[in-house]
Nanobody, 122 residues
Framework: QVHVTESGGGFVQAGGSLRLSCVAS????????MGWVRQAPGKEREFVAA????????HYADSVKGRFTISRDNAKNTVYLQMDSLKPEDTAVYYC???????????????WGQGTQVTVSS
């Protein structure tokens, strides 16, 4: 079982950057892919990015491709989301979770942390 805690959100102007972190507990962290989703007010949860169990491959939503970078450090049980060129439409609560397998994909387990708020002003 993997439990996660997200951090790093904040308030930033359009065009700015933030780096989110997700620290996971449990000895099986490196057995699974990890991913990020986001949920804006009044909208459904949306897949953002995923990274494979080894960090060797990644998968992104079209809306963030070229602006966001997901990575992981298995020695620290941590997954990161570097967000550059932020837009107001990126405003949401961001959550991380483990993947259902080893491969980077939108298939993530329904086991989220408390999330971290990202607000981008225009």
């Amino acid at each position: 079982q993997v439990h996660v805690t997200e951090s790093g959100g904040g308030f930033v102007q359009a065009g700015g950057s933030l780096r989110l972190s997700c620290v996971a507990s449990g000895r099986t962290f490196s057995d699974y892919a990890m991913g990020w989703v986001r949920q804006a007010p009044g909208k459904e949860r949306e897949f953002v990015a995923a990274v494979s169990y080894s960090g060797g491959s990644t998968h992104y939503a079209d809306s963030v491709k070229g602006r966001f970078t997901i990575s992981r450090d298995n020695a620290k049980n941590t997954v990161y989301l570097q967000m550059d060129s932020l837009k107001p439409e990126d405003t949401a609560v961001y959550y991380c979770s483990r993947g259902v397998g080893k491969i980077a994909s939108p298939a993530l387990a329904d086991a989220w942390g408390q999330g971290t708020q990202v607000t981008v002003s225009s």
